[in-house]
């Protein structure tokens, strides 16, 4: 997943399935701008959670912007080898789906 901090920068960690994290790369761009929302614990578990109800696989990216209405992105990669997009809302409810073959 790729999370960015209060100050813009952006790092790419990855997440086991019992939360241990290691960060993989770190890079600041002069124009990344934070998001309003952030991936604390709390907000992983719920949008892993919902994500996994709607396309049962292995989550692959988890994305947080400045989007009003679909703030939230997750991608699954499912056993058949879809890579499904999931939109969520702030309340981690689904708002939009693209499954890629």
């Given amino acids: 997943?790729?999370?960015?901090?209060?100050?813009?920068?952006e790092?790419?960690?990855?997440?086991?399935?019992d939360l241990a994290t290691t960060v993989v790369s770190s890079e600041q761009d002069d124009d990344d701008s934070a998001p309003t929302r952030?991936?604390?614990?709390?907000?992983?578990?719920?949008?892993?959670?919902?994500a996994l109800a709607e396309a049962d696989g292995?989550?692959?990216?988890?994305?947080?912007?400045?989007?009003?209405?679909?703030?939230?992105?997750?991608?699954?990669?499912?056993?058949?080898?879809?890579?499904?997009d999931i939109d969520f809302s702030a309340d981690f409810a689904v708002v939009g789906t693209d499954i890629d073959d």
């Fill in 1 to 9: 997943m790729q999370l960015t901090a209060a100050d813009g920068s």
């Fill in 11 to 17: 790092s790419e960690v990855r997440v086991t399935a």
């Fill in 38 to 50: 952030t991936l604390d614990e709390a907000t992983i578990r719920a949008l892993v959670d919902a």
């Fill in 58 to 84: 292995l989550i692959t990216d988890l994305d947080a912007d400045n989007d009003d209405v679909s703030p939230y992105d997750v991608s699954v990669l499912t056993g058949d080898r879809q890579s499904v």
